[in-house]
């Protein structure tokens, strides 16, 4: 029982112990922030469907 | 006999060629309404691999534009599918195709996905994701 207190008291003291230093700052960049259009997709995947693509391209004339 | 049976195979198969070369769709060509509301600015590459209107279209138009879009998303879906990828991503990977080639004084969609460039001489602003 008092083992139990002993352990109780210790976890409490290392959550005290982290709340306190706990804190993140944050600070602003200096450049302004350029959100890019909603796109992401990695240039490996764009490079892998490149030439896929052209050639869907070049098959469909009259939609493209 | 054998020389003429030949001759018949050959026939029979030279008109087969005939008709294959007659099925070919003869509409594997662009609409001339499409192609004017491109020259005249009327519409666009946007960097999502579909058509856009730059301004207000007529009815004519808009239906000819979407029409072009919902068989582009048909090709997309087909290729996306057989190649692993995503609609989106292919569609994407066209767009950039797309929009480098552009002919001068047509339009495209800037890589901020909303401003309407004219193509000029030189190549064209992309989204950095393009090949």
């Given at each position: 029982m008092e083992r139990i207190g002993a352990g109780l008291a210790g976890a409490m003291l290392l959550l005290g112990g982290m709340s306190v230093s706990g804190c993140i700052s944050v600070n602003a960049p200096d450049e302004p922030i350029v959100i890019e259009l909603n796109i992401n997709i990695s240039q490996e995947v764009v490079y892998r469907l490149a030439a896929d693509a052209g050639n869907t391209i070049e098959d469909n004339p009259d939609i493209f | 006999m054998n020389r003429t049976v030949k001759t018949v195979s050959r026939l029979i198969i030279g008109a087969a060629a005939a008709g294959l070369m007659l099925a070919?769709?003869?509409?594997?060509?662009?609409?001339p309404a499409y192609d004017a509301a491109r020259a005249a600015g009327q519409i666009g590459e946007q960097i999502d691999g579909y058509l856009g209107f730059v301004g207000s279209p007529d009815a004519a138009l808009r239906a000819l534009v979407e029409d072009i879009n919902i068989k582009r998303r048909a090709a997309y879906a087909e290729k996306a599918k057989a190649a692993n990828a995503t609609l989106k991503d292919y569609a994407f990977t066209s767009g950039c195709l797309l929009i480098a080639r552009t002919k001068p004084g047509e339009m495209y969609q800037g890589p901020d996905g909303s401003t309407w460039l004219k193509r000029d001489s030189g190549p064209p602003q992309r989204h950095p994701s393009c090949p």
């Open positions: - | 070919v769709p003869a509409s594997a060509q662009r609409d």
